[in-house]
């Protein structure tokens, strides 16, 4: 399993978005894109930043369990690329100490006062199943 996760990792950096699903409070799937932040080594955990006021706050807090999806470039001769879907849990953090140490470049774009921006908020996600499909190859991680 550690090898298949650390393969995904390796495909998952040249990704620059995924697709972040919650359940909002009246039981709608929503979905909004999030930045991957492709610069890290994943081994289940991914971290998003947002503010207080964006809805899938409330929506994290009403029902944690969130979905990711990822969709790679195609593969050699047009072949589609990797596809990975990530059932997740996820937490809202609000220690600037946390802040610092997953503010990557590039994000002051979105967030132009840094880990000083009012009302941010870090979510960390921990990953609970991994479903991909990669060319001919696919499967099911349980974390």
Same mark, same amino acid.
């Given at each position: 399993?550690?090898?298949?996760?650390?393969?995904?990792?390796?495909? +998952? =950096?040249?990704?620059?978005?995924?697709?972040?699903? @919650?359940?909002?409070?009246?039981?709608?799937?929503?979905?909004?894109?999030?930045?991957?932040?492709?610069?890290?080594?994943?081994?289940?955990?991914?971290?998003?930043?947002?503010?207080?006021?964006?809805?899938?706050? *409330?929506?994290? +807090?009403?029902?944690?369990?969130?979905?990711? @999806?990822?969709?790679?470039? =195609?593969?050699?001769?047009?072949?589609?690329? /990797?596809?990975?879907?990530?059932?997740? $849990?996820a %937490?809202?953090? $609000?220690?600037?100490?946390?802040?610092?140490?997953h503010w990557?470049?590039?994000?002051?774009?979105?967030?132009?006062?840094? /880990?000083?921006?009012?009302?941010?908020?870090?979510?960390?996600?921990?990953?609970?199943?991994?479903?991909y499909?990669?060319? %001919?190859?696919? *499967?099911?991680?349980?974390?």
């Amino acid at each position: 399993m550690k090898l298949i996760l650390k393969e995904l990792s390796k495909k +998952m =950096r040249s990704i620059d978005f995924t697709m972040l699903t @919650t359940r909002t409070t009246s039981g709608a799937l929503t979905a909004r894109p999030m930045s991957n932040n492709g610069e890290v080594d994943y081994e289940g955990k991914s971290w998003f930043f947002t503010t207080e006021d964006a809805g899938l706050v *409330g929506d994290i +807090m009403a029902d944690p369990v969130i979905g990711l @999806t990822l969709t790679g470039e =195609r593969g050699l001769l047009g072949r589609p690329g /990797i596809f990975i879907a990530i059932e997740a $849990r996820a %937490e809202l953090i $609000r220690d600037k100490t946390l802040f610092a140490e997953h503010w990557t470049r590039g994000l002051e774009r979105w967030f132009p006062q840094g /880990i000083e921006t009012p009302g941010l908020v870090l979510i960390q996600t921990q990953a609970s199943r991994i479903a991909y499909w990669d060319g %001919e190859d696919e *499967g099911e991680l349980a974390l």
